[in-house]
């Protein structure tokens, strides 16, 4: 009953939805001068906040009254539906990926969003069509876990009304700790004259040079073995740390699946390979981290497999495989590359 009540808009209580979006989603919700999220704002009656800041990563809040909140979010929908539509336009892609929003939820609220065994989220799943998974861990430095909804426009919609009556019902327990991105950071990659800095799992251009990004991903440019200084970016340099050139590690460029902000839509895919590395034990610690965080931020950000064969009797070193696609296993090199050297040269944590 209370559903009906919500999707008819008659249950008139004032929410707040924040949604974690990327730099180029956030872009498209703007417009140009800010005239789309002005339409949004006009047509919907909801707030429609954006944080600030220079962040890969911003918070979109919206709030208002149930039924401006249903409307802003079919605002979005439709038009990152538009998105990719023009996207595919200029590829050959014949799947059409679909709609993905990212919601950020109080994780006391999450258990209710799942259900006794999964089964709310399921029931979620198959009277709306859209896909739901609520992440395992929360977001960095606070108590608010991402659930992303995708699917159509329409589906993600039904979603989002389900949601909020959940939201509704179960209000959130204890104080709430906010996610805040953080601020980019400065660039640690160097690859054809071009910095990058890592976004989650994408290399980044820095600044924003998508044209270059895009020759060089169609050039597919090789990447610079670790350990192997590169030319440091014009204008900016790393400096020397105890006296040591800190090296840094240029990020190979051949996967388009890096690089979603200029060829969305495209399943170029590479097939998973393998890479073994062999690593000091005493030089172990720092790869792993306190309870394994570090071993974990790096699974997360490349998005490969990585596996750490136990200690061997006798031995010095410790094996580590590393399973995904080329661009995968690179950034994983890169990362765990970053921390021994950070290691190394005493700069402390990455």
Known sequence: ????????????????????????????????????????????????NISEGN?????????????????????????????????????????????????????SQCGSLIGKGGSKIK??????????????????NSTERAVTISGTPDAIIQCVKQICVVMLESPPKGATIPYRPKPASTPVIFAGGQAYTIQGQYAIPHPDQLTKLHQLAMQQ????????????????????????????????????????????????????STHELTIPNDLIGCIIGRQGTKINEIRQMSGAQIKIAN?????????????????????????????LTSEVTGMGAL
């Open 311 to 339: 200690a061997t009797e006798g031995s010095s070193e410790r094996q580590i495989t590393i399973t995904g696609t080329p661009a995968n296993i690179s950034l994983a090199q890169y990362l765990i590359n970053a921390r």
């Open 221 to 272: 440019t090789p990447f610079t073995p670790l350990g192997q200084t590169t030319p440091a970016f014009p204008g900016r340099s790393l400096g020397s740390v105890a006296g040591k050139q800190r090296s840094s590690v240029a990020l190979p460029l051949p996967a388009l699946t890096m690089f979603p902000c200029i060829c969305p839509g495209l399943d170029a895919s590479p097939p998973a």
């Open 123 to 140: 029931e979620i799943r198959e009277s709306t069509g859209a896909q739901v998974q609520v992440a395992g861990d929360m977001l960095p």
């Open 55 to 107: 962040c890969p990563e911003r918070i979109v809040t919206i709030t208002g009254p149930t039924d401006a909140i249903f409307k802003a979010f079919a605002m979005i929908a439709y038009k990152f539906e538009e998105d990719i539509t023009n996207s595919m336009s200029n590829s050959t892609a014949t799947s059409k990926p679909p709609v993905t929003l990212r919601l950020v939820v109080p994780a």
């Open 1 to 48: 009953e209370m559903e009906s009540k919500v999707s008819e808009g008659g249950l008139n209580v004032t929410l707040t939805i924040r949604l974690l979006m990327h730099g180029k989603e956030v872009g498209s919700i703007i417009g140009k001068k800010g005239e789309t999220v002005k339409k949004m704002r006009e047509e919907s009656g909801a707030r429609i």
